[in-house]
Nanobody, 121 residues
């Protein structure tokens, strides 16, 4: 059973920083992409950062210059470092990955459970 487990998140003041982490576990043969999405109340889920295996992070325009994302292929983890946070960054953040499970020929699109990030004074 493949799972994505997130950690981090919480309440931070505007201008502050947070770091989110996500670890993929279970029987995994290969991971193609890993990244982060977010969903604010009343809004659609949107892409924040996406890393293709062997590549650099692609970031949404709204977070460029403030967020960075990195991936550790050996540990099957991805992180999101968020600096200069704004109230409009408030959302539930979801880890996402395209994974080929061990013993399977079908790629799956997996989601973490989500972690709340609230930016407020």
């Amino acid at each position: 059973q493949v799972q994505l487990v997130e950690s981090g998140g919480g309440l931070v003041q505007p201008g502050g920083s947070l770091r989110l982490s996500c670890a993929a576990s279970g029987s995994i043969f290969s991971i193609r992409t890993m990244g982060w999405y977010r969903q604010a109340p009343g809004k659609q889920r949107e892409l924040v950062a996406l890393i293709i295996s062997g590549g650099s992070a692609n970031l949404a325009d709204s977070v460029k210059g403030r967020f960075t994302s990195s991936r550790d292929n050996a540990k099957n983890t991805v992180s999101l470092r968020m600096n200069s946070l704004k109230p409009e960054d408030t959302a539930v953040y979801y880890c996402n990955a395209d994974i080929l499970p061990g013993g399977s020929s079908n790629w799956g699109h997996y989601w973490g459970q989500g972690t709340q990030v609230t930016v407020s004074s």
